[in-house]
C-alpha cells in the first residue's frame, strides 16, 4: 500500500504564490505518475498536473489548459512531488489532491492513490 500526505494549502490574495507538497510512503517506490487534482465546491475533482519518470532524471509533465505557465509540477528521489503555484487567482480556489499510479501513463492519467486533499483560497 502507499500513503500520500499533502501539505502547503492555506489562503492568498490574487497574484500571490503556494507550494504545495505531497510525501509518499509505504509502498511508494512502485509509482511511477504522480500529479495534483482539484475540486471546486460543487464542481466535479479534475486534473491539474502529473508527471512520470522517463528514464534517469528526465520528467514529462502534462498541466490542464486552466495553469499552464502559473503552476509546475516537479519531483525529487521518485517519493514526492510538488506543485508551485504562482499568479493565484480566485477560481484555483478549491481542495487540492495528490494522486499516484504505479502505471506511465500521464494521458490519461488514473490514479490508484489518493491523498486526503488540502484547502487552496485565493481570495480578490
Known amino acids: 500500500q502507499v500513503q500520500l500526505v499533502e501539505s502547503g494549502g492555506g489562503s492568498v490574495q490574487a497574484g500571490g504564490s503556494l507550494r504545495l507538497s505531497c510525501a509518499a510512503s509505504g509502498r511508494a517506490f512502485s509509482l511511477n505518475a504522480m500529479g495534483w487534482y482539484r475540486q471546486a465546491p460543487g464542481k466535479e475533482r479534475v486534473l491539474v498536473a502529473v508527471?512520470?519518470?522517463?528514464?534517469?532524471?528526465?520528467?514529462?509533465a502534462y498541466y490542464a489548459d486552466s495553469v499552464k505557465g502559473r503552476f509546475t509540477i516537479s519531483r525529487d528521489n521518485g517519493k514526492n512531488v510538488y506543485l508551485q503555484m504562482n499568479s493565484l487567482k480566485p477560481e484555483d480556489t478549491a481542495v487540492y489532491y495528490c494522486?499516484?499510479?504505479?502505471?506511465?501513463?500521464?494521458?490519461?492519467?488514473?490514479?490508484?492513490?489518493w491523498g486526503q486533499g488540502t484547502q487552496v483560497t485565493v481570495s480578490s
Open positions: 508527471i512520470r519518470r522517463s528514464g534517469g532524471s528526465t520528467y514529462y
Open positions: 494522486a499516484a499510479s504505479g502505471g506511465s501513463s500521464i494521458q490519461p492519467f488514473a490514479p490508484d492513490y
